[in-house]
């Protein structure tokens, strides 16, 4: 069964400084993964998404993921912290080993940006 | 459009009742999912509909959970009776394509059993 693991539940930083939030997963089929964001009292939006094709991936808000197949790693970073970007982070595997298709979450990283 | 709406945003019971969650998925969203993140853990699948059909209803805990998809638009999530266990947050998520698509999310409806 496919898996997520996310390395850290508390990550701090100072506003302007660089953010890594690091994922790891396990999968027997190319997986698609994705990074899921949930402010306090909000659903969880969609930051980026990773589905096969550049391993460079691109989202909203200045984030972005890069997917390192031998490292089974989708580490989310930004170059430059902002106080918006409090909030929790969950790295998602989709899952369709058993011929269904459920999302898998991560434990989430809770991020706390200083001033 | 509208995004995915859930309905209460929270309930409060006590063990023993029943409680019954709505969510309106993104009219042409055929796939539904529901959630469930239980105070400090992680967030747990808990099924998935294909129009009104349940693909996949694994993550279920036990007998006193009932999801229904009638006609394959919104869907309901019934708990009864009630315990002290089932307390947290559900979420509802649906989704044009499986597997690869993006998962839109309801706000959430935050179950307290008192």
């Known amino acids: 069964a496919q898996s997520v693991t996310q390395l850290d539940s508390h990550v701090s930083v100072s506003e302007g400084t660089p953010v890594l939030l690091r994922c790891n997963y396990s999968?027997?089929?190319?997986?698609?993964l994705f990074w899921y964001v949930q402010h306090p009292n909000k659903g969880l939006q969609l930051l980026l998404k990773?589905?096969?094709?550049?391993?460079l991936v691109k989202g909203i808000n200045g984030f972005e993921a890069e997917f390192k197949k031998s490292e089974t790693s989708f580490h989310l970073t930004k170059p430059s912290a902002h106080m918006s970007d409090a909030a929790e982070y969950f790295c998602?595997?989709?899952?369709?080993?058993?011929?269904?298709?459920?999302?898998?979450f991560g434990t989430g990283t809770r991020l706390k940006v200083l001033a | 459009e509208a995004g995915v709406t859930q309905f209460p945003s929270h309930s409060v019971i006590e063990k023993g009742q029943t409680v019954t969650l709505r969510c309106d998925p993104i009219?042409?969203?055929?796939?539904l999912y529901w959630y469930r993140r239980v105070m400090g853990k992680e967030i747990k699948f808990l099924l998935h509909?294909?129009?009104?059909?349940?693909?996949?209803e694994s993550g279920m805990p036990n007998n006193r959970f009932l999801a229904e998809r009638t006609g394959g638009t919104y869907s309901t999530l019934k708990v009864q009776p009630a315990e002290l266990e089932d307390s947290g947050v559900y979420f509802c998520?649906?989704?044009?394509?499986?597997?690869?698509?993006?998962?839109?999310f309801g706000e959430g409806s935050r179950l307290t059993v008192l």
């Open positions: 998520a649906s989704s044009r394509n499986r597997g690869t698509g993006e998962l839109f």
């Open positions: 999968s027997s089929y190319s997986p698609s």
């Open positions: 990773y589905t096969s094709a550049a391993t």
């Open positions: 998602v595997v989709s899952d369709q080993t058993s011929g269904t298709y459920k999302y898998i």
């Open positions: 009219s042409g969203h055929d796939n």
């Open positions: 509909f294909v129009k009104e059909s349940k693909q996949d």
